[in-house]
């Protein structure tokens, strides 16, 4: 059953590999609600360095070389597809080399400003939105009606990864995996912009120990009850 409410933004905050991206999915599918993966953004803007040669420290460079790469979401395609321009690099952007630099570039203050300023302007087109990544409910959204802060175990979240790479074809030494997420970790939340924090008043959910649907169930009851019978189609 779809939320009825005309604007109605949800965002999802926490670590790589606690699965919000999936989740996040989900629970927009349940509500009837679109889907934003910033990471994705950022991931791209990764993508960007490393084909135009560009030092992903050089955040007032890529700012602009983001500007002129187009990079927009295909919101026929759920979840979105993330374009630069006319191409599709929504595969291309999971793979470990953008991963390994994705973090710095992420650490831009010129970068973060313009993605800051696009995540709002998505949220004007598509103001019922789940909005997931690390700053969403403590920066781009803090007005949002339900904020999320996910959790989950280091390991837990390595074997997400390995799984998720296998399914690629793709098999990464579990080690480097582990190295890349605390890596990544430590880079999101001591960044001066946008670092990765628990929103104040967020609800937290530590998905260590549960399955997508049972923390997409959580996440639902909580949402919807905090909306009242009313907000509900029959
Ligand atoms: O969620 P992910 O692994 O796809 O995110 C990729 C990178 O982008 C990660 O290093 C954190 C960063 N990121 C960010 O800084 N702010 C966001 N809102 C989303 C992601």
Redesign the pocket.
Known sequence: MPLMTSELIITIDGP?GTG?STVAHLLAKRLGLEFLD???M??AAALIAIEQSIDPANGSFLAIAIDESRLHFDWAADPPRVMLDARDVTERIRDLDVSSI??IV?AQRQVRDVMVKQQRIIAQKHPRLVSE????GSIVFPEACVRFFLHADVMVRADRRLAQMAKAGKTVDQQRIIDDIER?DLL?STRTD?PLIRPEGAIDIDTSHRTINEVVDVMEAIVRERFGGDEFTS
């Open positions: 790589a919000k910033t990471g994705a950022y991931r994705v973090s992420a990544g690390r700053d969403q990544r999101d946008g």
